[in-house]
Every structure is written in structure tokens, then in C-alpha cells.
Nanobody
Framework: QVQLVESGGGSVQPGGSLRLSCAASGYTYNRNCMAWFRQAPGKEREGVAAICTDDGSTFYADSVKGRFTISKDKGAYNLYLQMDRLLPEDTGKYFC??????????????????WGQGTQVTVS
């Protein structure tokens, strides 16, 4: 059974940094994408950043380009999101997600079948 467990959320002032982690277990798909999504109150869940195997391509929402960096352990399925220069609009619950194959649209929610429970990030 696949389990994704996020950690590293918290409260930070604007301009600060946080590093999110996602520990994956029971996940054995060699060709895959893993991603971070976020959801603010009253808003839809949106893709923030994704990383896919084969060539290690990364994908970012325009709103976080240049501020967030997604990475994963080589040979493992642990996922990270380094968030710098945080803004109040980055506030939300952040979710780790994973696919069972390479995604065509790596920042689209429908591509992902495995989800964590989320970790809260508050910037104020």
C-alpha cells in the first residue's frame, strides 16, 4: 500500500523559507512523476511543482518560479520542496502526490492517484 507522509510545514514571515519533505513507502513505480500541490481556503487545489523520472524534468507554476525548488532523493522516492522568499499568497495546505506512470501534464491534479494528507504552510 502506497503511503505519502508530508512534514516541514509551519508559520513563517513573508520573505522567509521553509523546506517540505514527503516520505514515500510502498511506492515502487520506476517511471513516475511526483509533485507538490497546495490548496488555500475556498480555492481549488493547484499544482505547484513536479519532477518526473526518465530525464529528471521539473515543472513549476508561474507563481513560484525562481522561489521554489523541487527535488528528490536519487534512487528513492523521498520528495522535497525548498520554498524561499515566501509570500502571504503561498499560504495553504501543501500535498505530496505521485503517479503510477509518466504524466502528460505534470501539474494537473487528475494525473495523480496517490496523495498525502497534507501539511499546513502559513505566511503572515
Amino acid at each position: 500500500q502506497v503511503q505519502l507522509v508530508e512534514s516541514g510545514g509551519g508559520s513563517v514571515q513573508p520573505g522567509g523559507s521553509l523546506r517540505l519533505s514527503c516520505a514515500a513507502s510502498g511506492y515502487t513505480y520506476n517511471r513516475n512523476c511526483m509533485a507538490w500541490f497546495r490548496q488555500a481556503p475556498g480555492k481549488e487545489r493547484e499544482g505547484v511543482a513536479a519532477i518526473c523520472t526518465d530525464d529528471g524534468s521539473t515543472f513549476y507554476a508561474d507563481s513560484v518560479k525562481g522561489r521554489f525548488t523541487i527535488s528528490k532523493d536519487k534512487g528513492a522516492y523521498n520528495l522535497y520542496l525548498q520554498m524561499d522568499r515566501l509570500l502571504p499568497e503561498d499560504t495553504g495546505k501543501y500535498f505530496c502526490a505521485a503517479t503510477s506512470t509518466i504524466a502528460t501534464l505534470p501539474l494537473r491534479r487528475f494525473e495523480y492517484g496517490y496523495w498525502g494528507q497534507g501539511t499546513q504552510v502559513t505566511v503572515s
